[in-house]
């Protein structure tokens, strides 16, 4: 597949994909996530993946004013279709992934951005990022996710808080919040989130994907389904070669070489 609307870049084993569409604010249309979805479905052994925006910002949304959410004769149904069929099912996609994952956020992460951007395992971001669910301002609900991440990492208060209000929440309250991993400055975004992105990559790649699936799982589940899983997951991440060189390692006091298998 062609892309048009990202910038898809393998660096090491990292696999970095930019949205590429600064004179718009890398705004969203639904064609935009279905490259997403395609590139990551396309890791070819990348042991990490890597979210970023070309220009000042990470994204600005879905790109309403470009015909994402088109005006016809059935603009609501319009809008279901594209949720469900192109945006819905990319951030699944990235939720299912076996990989760990970083977003680089710089500018605004609005609305579809801001579920992309807190999709990722680990969110780093500039000073001059913020995060804006802006629906309420259009008389539109929070998608992408939102109203089932947003309470989870910052509890139901401040999730009515950045829903109903519709304001934004600056990287630094971000943080203070819990919503985000880490704040940088602006200039040194890029190298910080791509250094993180290439630790993970350097680790035991099938134990870090069954945290991150893990992790999801036991927000859904009891106590001791959860401990259920952890167990079946310690026993596939117990059979991996990475597990083999984590002990041999451990015995001869050095540092393990991981190989994502």
């Given at each position: 597949?062609?892309?048009?609307?990202?910038?898809?870049?393998?660096?090491?084993?990292?696999?970095?994909?930019?949205?590429?569409?600064?004179?718009?604010?890398?705004?969203?249309?639904?064609?935009?996530?279905?490259?997403?979805?395609?590139?990551?479905?396309?890791?070819?052994?990348?042991?990490?993946?890597?979210?970023?925006?070309?220009?000042?910002?990470?994204?600005?949304?879905?790109?309403?004013?470009?015909?994402?959410?088109?005006?016809?004769?059935?603009?609501?149904?319009?809008?279901?279709?594209?949720?469900?069929?192109?945006?819905?099912?990319?951030?699944?996609?990235?939720?299912?992934?076996?990989?760990?994952?970083?977003?680089?956020?710089?500018?605004?992460?609005?609305?579809?951005?801001?579920?992309?951007?807190?999709?990722?395992?680990?969110?780093?971001?500039?000073?001059?990022?913020?995060f804006l669910q802006a629906f309420v301002n259009i008389g539109l609900v929070p998608d992408g996710g939102a109203s089932w991440m947003l309470p989870r990492l910052i509890g139901k208060a401040r999730a009515?808080?950045?829903?109903?209000?519709?304001?934004?929440?600056?990287?630094?309250?971000?943080?203070?919040?819990?919503?985000?991993?880490?704040?940088?400055?602006?200039?040194?975004?890029?190298?910080?989130?791509?250094?993180?992105?290439?630790?993970?990559?350097?680790?035991?790649?099938?134990?870090?994907?069954?945290?991150?699936?893990?992790?999801?799982?036991?927000?859904?589940?009891?106590?001791?389904?959860?401990?259920?899983?952890?167990?079946?997951?310690?026993?596939?991440?117990?059979?991996?070669?990475?597990?083999?060189?984590?002990?041999?390692?451990?015995?001869?006091?050095?540092?393990?070489?991981?190989?994502?298998?």
């Open positions: 597949m062609a892309y048009e609307m990202i910038l898809s870049e393998r660096r090491g084993d990292v696999l970095v994909l930019t949205l590429n569409r600064p004179d718009r604010l890398n705004a969203a249309p639904p064609a935009m996530f279905d490259e997403l979805r395609d590139a990551i479905g396309r890791l070819d052994g990348a042991r990490a993946v890597l979210f970023t925006g070309a220009g000042r910002a990470f994204c600005s949304g879905a790109d309403v004013a470009g015909g994402a959410f088109a005006t016809d004769s059935d603009p609501a149904e319009t809008t279901f279709q594209a949720l469900t069929r192109h945006y819905n099912t990319t951030i699944a996609a990235i939720a299912d992934l076996a990989v760990p994952v970083v977003s680089a956020v710089r500018g605004p992460a609005a609305g579809i951005g801001c579920s992309l951007a807190l999709a990722a395992d680990f969110c780093v971001a500039s000073e001059t990022a913020y009515t808080e950045m829903m109903m209000l519709g304001e934004r929440v600056p990287a630094a309250k971000a943080l203070d919040w819990g919503l985000i991993h880490k704040v940088v400055a602006d200039d040194a975004l890029d190298a910080e989130a791509f250094a993180l992105a290439e630790r993970l990559a350097a680790g035991p790649t099938v134990a870090l994907g069954l945290m991150r699936r893990g992790l999801a799982h036991a927000l859904e589940v009891d106590y001791a389904t959860a401990m259920k899983h952890e167990a079946e997951n310690q026993r596939a991440a117990r059979g991996s070669a990475d597990s083999l060189e984590g002990g041999i390692a451990f015995l001869q006091k050095r540092k393990p070489a991981f190989r994502g298998a």
